[in-house]
């Protein structure tokens, strides 16, 4: 039932021509603009035209995406099914409202009618032309309402059973929409809960190893150079001072004698 009412929307805002657009952006997710374009058979812009009408009612959303090659944007398209259906009970509760006006005028109202012509006159009309009709000149004859009455109530229950229906599918629709937001608040809540695992001290040797590694060789041969320098010097501070140590110790043997 839900297919048949999208495409309701859409015969309602562009025409019976483009009704087949409701059943290829009735997807979870937003669809390609040129797929669109390729299932129906039509340009790229006859597409953007029909789904360009249908967003000026707020009835569809979009995504652009930007080509990196050749640097124009595509976009993406989905009906919103809530706002398409609540727009369709609008339509039908005007429907319903002008069908009871009607209904009540045939009721309180006379009306009149040249049988040669076939012109309808209500009764103000027809007491301006004296009952006469000013095509012909015939007397107009008083019309019967009871057929069109018939009619008119038929549609009026025709009308009402559709929107009912159209209720019922605005219900299952929010009740969707508030579940998909109640497992999003869900998974953020989870999400908090979740205690910061702090690495041990061998994963986090591990990540500081990659890191070099991903570092130019040219920077790790000058750190490496730069190592071999500090140890070099080390060294030999190390000889300058067991020198000193000897030069003092043979002093001292000297002064003995």
């Known amino acids: 039932m839900l297919k048949k009412f999208l495409r309701d929307v859409v015969v309602i805002v562009v025409g019976k021509q483009a009704e087949e657009i409701a059943d290829l952006i009735n997807t979870k997710k937003h669809v390609n603009e040129f797929l669109i374009a390729k299932k129906l058979d039509i340009t790229i812009n006859q597409t953007r035209n029909i789904l360009y009408k249908i967003s000026d009612h707020g009835l569809v959303s ?76 015939k007397v107009f004859a008083k019309k019967d309402n009871t057929k069109l009455l018939r009619e008119l109530k038929r549609n009026l229950d025709k009308i009402r ?63 490496i150079k730069k190592e071999q320098k500090k140890a070099l010097k080390k060294k030999k501070v190390l000889k300058k001072k067991k020198v000193v140590k000897k030069i003092k110790k043979h002093s001292k043997k000297k002064r003995k004698k």
Do not use: M
């Not at 109640?182 to 809960?193: A, D, M, S, Y």
């Open 161 to 223: 059973r559709e929107l009912a229906l159209v209720e019922i599918e605005i219900k299952k629709e929010k009740e969707k929409i508030e579940k998909e937001q109640l497992k999003e608040i869900k998974k953020k809540l989870k999400e908090k809960k979740k205690p910061v695992r702090k690495k041990p001290a061998k994963e986090k040797k591990k990540i500081v190893k990659k890191k070099i590694k991903k570092e130019p060789k040219k920077l790790i041969k000058k750190k």
């Open 62 to 137: 979009f995504i652009r995406k930007k080509d990196k090659r050749k640097g124009w944007y595509t976009y993406f398209w989905k009906v919103e099914v809530l706002k398409s259906l609540e727009f369709l009970k609008r339509i039908f509760l005007k429907k319903i409202n002008q069908l009871k006006n009607q209904i009540k005028s045939r009721q309180t109202k006379g009306f009149y009618i040249c049988e040669s012509c076939n012109i309808e006159f209500n009764e103000e009309n027809a007491l301006l032309h004296n009952f006469i009709c000013p095509e012909c000149g």
